[in-house]
């Protein structure tokens, strides 16, 4: 089964910025579609950003267009989400986890849902 270790979060005051990384273990990282999501404190996991398996096709959740990039290196098995502009809404645990396709991973329709790895918290203060 394939472990996912999320990394990069932190403090960061209104405005800043974080590269947020997912490293993948297995051959099979190239095969997918990834994501990443996040859950703040009494809130559902939410869909924030989706990436086909070649990086030819993105998505994000309306909040985060025009601020945050996702993108992925396969050679490394390696996914990230750079976040420009963070405002304290994006405070939250953020997740990687992968599916068929970048529709599929914006509907929550995971290769895996019951896996996630330990996530990486973002904390954005006002």
């Known amino acids: 089964q394939v472990q996912l270790v999320e990394s990069g979060g932190g403090l960061v005051q209104a405005g800043g910025s974080l590269r947020l990384s997912c490293a993948a273990s297995?051959?099979?990282?190239?095969?997918?579609?990834m994501g990443w999501f996040r859950q703040a404190p009494g809130k559902e996991r939410e869909f924030v950003a989706a990436?086909?398996?070649?990086?030819?096709?993105?998505s994000y959740e309306d909040s985060v267009k025009g601020r945050f990039t996702i993108s992925r290196d396969n050679a490394k098995n390696t996914l990230y989400l750079q976040m420009n502009s963070l405002k304290p809404e994006d405070t939250a645990v953020y997740y990687c986890?992968?599916?068929?396709?970048?529709?599929?991973?914006?509907?929550?329709?995971?290769?895996?849902?019951?896996?996630w790895g330990q996530g990486t918290q973002v904390t954005v203060s006002s």
């Open positions: 986890n992968r599916g068929l396709s970048v529709q599929r991973i914006a509907a929550l329709m995971l290769e895996n849902a019951d896996y």
């Open positions: 990436i086909s398996w070649n990086g030819g096709t993105t």
């Open positions: 297995g051959r099979a990282f190239s095969a997918y579609a």
